[in-house]
């Protein structure tokens, strides 16, 4: 589904990724996770095309995009919630949601009911602004905004940051949920136990290096150690 193929990225004259590849295969939930500052924010924008790499390429669903423009790579199927949510404050979580489905130039009621399913609450604060939802309210809204747009691909940048644990568990289900439906999840995540519950494979960066991946159950006590623990 996603190939990130010996991807380098400088910024402000400054090596940020350092040949990262990764291979993220279709209906799985890939989990990357790092220190803070280790390039793993930088890795999902090369991807959503918000960065350009300085060598390597952006394989998605068969098709080279690493030249492809942020809105071209949004329409051929892969949906992005950044860390911070990027909601619209002072916009209705309606109108929130609204701007999800004019990304994807169309209304779907069945595409809003799947929304409304996942995450009830949602539909009770319609009328609500979007910053006076919660912090896990608004990751909510997030995600559904970015459903809307009916990604092959879901790329989810800390979801469960400051978040309370009964909204981290209904974000957890739904993931589970979205990949029975055949969409593809990458995230970055911080909250170990997440990742282990959800993931199918994982990634470890270090100083923009890959320093370790392979199937969540390699996941273990020792690598952790090694290249996660503070």
Avoid: W
């Amino acid at each position: 589904m996603l190939s990130v193929d010996k991807v380098s990225i400088s910024l402000g004259g400054s090596r940020i990724l350092r040949d990262v590849s990764l291979e993220v295969g279709a209906n799985h939930v890939f989990c990357l996770m790092g220190r803070n500052g280790v390039g793993k924010t930088t890795t999902l924008k090369s991807v959503v095309g918000l960065y350009k790499p300085n060598s390597g390429r952006v394989v998605f669903d068969g098709h080279d995009i690493s030249r492809m423009p942020p809105e071209g790579r949004a329409r051929a199927g892969i949906g992005y919630v950044p860390q911070g949510r990027g909601i619209f404050p002072h916009l209705t979580v309606e109108e929130n949601l609204s701007i999800g489905a004019v990304a994807k130039r169309k209304k779907s009621k069945e595409a809003l009911e799947r929304v409304y399913s996942l995450f009830p609450i949602i539909k009770d604060f319609l009328a609500r602004k979007g910053g006076m939802l919660s912090g896990g309210q608004q990751q909510q809204l997030a995600i559904g905004r970015a459903l809307l747009t009916e990604p092959k691909l879901l790329i989810l940048d800390e979801p469960t940051e400051g978040i309370q644990p009964n909204i981290i568990d209904q974000i957890g289900e739904a993931i589970k949920l979205l990949r029975k439906e055949s969409i593809t999840i990458l995230l970055v995540e911080q909250y170990l136990e997440f990742c282990k519950e959800l993931a199918d494979n994982f990634a470890i960066l270090d100083r923009g290096s890959v320093v370790a991946q392979g199937p969540v159950a390699d996941l273990t006590d020792q690598v952790v150690k090694q290249h996660l623990t503070v």
